[in-house]
């Protein structure tokens, strides 16, 4: 696969999280640049010391100190970018995992639904619109029986699985920015 496909099927898959990546890119370049400076400033550094090692008294001591600070300062912002880079990759990757995850779940129960098929499993799950077609809810607290029936029954309940139900639907709509 070439990298042109390779990148144009992460962007695919990133969707709305391509800024992120794009971001997360540019700042690893950076940084890879700026790790780059403190290499020159050496040899320069080196350069001046090797032209002057006859006579030390001649050595241009500003421009000594001028290359220790651009080595310095290019390290810092390398680190920097480094660390920006670091985050923006991470925050995108949590976000498309999050949202990867989702669909799974979707795409699973939309399955178990048009397969129209009595099931005699028994699914775990902690998003409860996954689980609110099944035959009978059972929720547990703490390790013991809470409440059970049907995911209208429960609703009207206006149990702790209701609380749950309401909560997640408050949140469903909120987005990491």
Known sequence: MSTKSEMSGLLKIAGEKKGLLIAAS?????????QIA?????????EELLRNAQSPAG????????????AFLALVGALLALYVGLMCSHVAAFQIFCQLRVRLAE????????????????????????????????????????????HSE??????LYANLWSLQQEVEGWRVK
């Open 154 to 159: 429960l609703v009207a309940k206006a149990g």
């Open 38 to 46: 403190p290499f020159v400033a050496v040899y320069k550094i080196v």
């Open 107 to 150: 795409h699973v129960a939309a399955g178990d639904q048009r397969a129209g098929q009595k099931q005699n499993g028994h699914p775990v799950a902690h998003r409860l619109k996954t689980s609110q077609n099944a035959d009978k809810i059972i929720v547990l607290d703490q390790g013991r029986l809470a409440e059970e029936g049907t």
């Open 26 to 34: 540019i700042f690893s370049v950076l940084s890879s640049l700026l």
């Open 59 to 70: 050595i241009d001591r500003e421009l000594v100190v001028y290359w220790g600070v651009v």
